[in-house]
């Protein structure tokens, strides 16, 4: 029969390698070239917050919720584990008895990337939307694809979700309030999926509450959900009902917090950052599709002859690596001016390297409403 300290040794776990101090070292400067981490001031700065239990109370928690409660002009705030958790509960929340649909953009994160939640969660239907001008949706486009009135063979819009910014592109402000004013004389809830409503605030130089006051509910990243106090009530039931309440949050709420106060002022750096890359790729002949609004950028490299896994290859083999997708380029406050050096130099030496073997390049296609649209918008302002 097996004894106590017996037992015990099988379930001792130690996590910690021995070389986990230098591992974390490194990796804070492999971030710099490919995804984010915590620096070690955020980490320092979550080690000092309470130690709460969120299902009940948990102090820095609730500091948290009710700052941006308080920031986007809602009454209350939710903390929740990740931004598709804080949309899909949203949902949940606004959405009372089938049949219902929610309308959105055919290329926002709701639509594409949350596993058919709002089909599985709250039983919805999706009108997904796409938009006429190729940049945004209009109110135009939503009267267009509006489920109203009682016929029993549609699925009536209960909610419009939007997203701001979506695919880093940004949502002009009175466009939405055109929608939001329409889906309110519909009775029809709107929510905002905001996870990167911060760099609107920062390029746009538009307080958070103006940009969130069309909607019913606003998901700011950070990990909070925000809406009218009842709204936010039952959607802790819905947390509750999802399996995501959690514990000892306030690790968490601290580095969400950190990130506002001192992450928030490096926004306008990065988007320069990501303007520069633009102009970079643009003058080796690259064709960029979606211009670099804030912080992201999206391009073609066919135009020059090469491919997403010719350049990612040439990057994986660089001395400090780059890791690399596929059309979508996105800086942060962690990626390097040499990250974005090496990258656009590889890429010049691919299109010298495929006009050495003859290819010629051929006009760009680009749609007009993905860069000479938008500007033309913004100049009129």
Do not use: C, M, W, Y
């Given at each position: 029969m097996a004894t106590f300290d017996a037992i015990s040794h099988t379930i001792r776990c130690d996590i910690l390698s021995k070389t986990h101090v230098a591992d974390n070292l490194a990796m804070r400067k492999e971030v710099s070239r490919t995804f984010t981490f915590p620096t070690k001031e955020m980490y320092d700065y979550a080690t000092l917050a309470t130690l709460g239990d969120d299902v009940y109370f948990e102090p820095s928690t609730k500091a948290l919720e009710d700052h941006v409660a308080q920031i986007t002009g809602k009454q209350a705030g939710l903390f929740l584990p990740s931004g598709t958790a804080s949309n899909q509960i949203a949902l949940r929340t606004h959405l009372m008895q089938p049949p219902y649909s929610v309308l959105c953009d055919q290329r926002s994160h709701i639509n594409l990337y949350e596993a058919g939640g709002a089909a599985?969660?709250?039983?919805?239907a999706l009108t997904a939307v796409i938009p006429s001008n190729g940049h945004h949706l209009t109110l135009e486009d939503v009267q267009q694809h509006i489920v109203l009135g009682?016929?029993?063979?549609?699925?009536?819009?209960?909610?419009?979700?939007?997203?701001?910014?979506l695919r880093g592109t940004i949502f002009p402000q009175d466009e939405i309030i055109a929608i939001s004013d329409y889906a309110h004389s519909q009775g029809i809830k709107m929510h905002l999926d905001g996870a990167r409503i911060w760099h609107v605030a920062a390029q746009t130089e538009t307080p958070l509450k103006e940009l969130c006051d069309p909607f019913d509910s606003v998901h700011p990243s950070v990990l909070v959900?925000?809406?009218?106090?009842?709204?936010i009530d039952k959607a802790r039931w819905m947390r509750k009902l999802f399996g995501g309440g959690m514990r000892q949050t306030g690790i968490l709420a601290a580095s969400a917090a950190y990130a506002l106060t001192y992450n928030f002022p490096l926004l306008p750096a990065v988007h320069a950052l990501a303007r520069r890359l633009e102009k970079g790729l643009e003058e080796?002949?690259?064709?960029?599709?979606?211009?670099?609004e804030t912080c992201m950028l999206f391009y073609d490299p066919t135009?020059?002859?090469?491919?997403?896994d010719e350049i990612a290859d040439?990057?994986?083999?660089?001395?400090?690596?780059?890791i690399l997708g596929d059309a979508r380029l996105v800086v942060h406050i962690q990626t390097s001016e040499s990250a974005v050096d090496d990258l656009l130099s590889?890429?010049?030496?691919?299109?010298?390297?495929?006009?050495?073997?003859?290819?010629?390049?051929?006009?760009?296609?680009r749609p007009k409403v993905q860069s000479e649209m938008y500007a033309q918008r913004e100049t009129k302002k």
């Open positions: 599985f969660h709250s039983g919805a009682n016929n029993n063979h549609n699925a009536p819009t209960a909610v419009i979700a939007l997203e701001n910014t959900l925000a809406g009218p106090t009842a709204f080796i002949g690259v064709e960029v599709t979606s211009r670099a135009s020059i002859g090469t491919t997403f040439r990057a994986s083999d660089l001395p400090e690596p780059l590889i890429i010049r030496q691919l299109a010298e390297e495929k006009q050495a073997t003859g290819f010629v390049k051929h006009a760009a296609k």
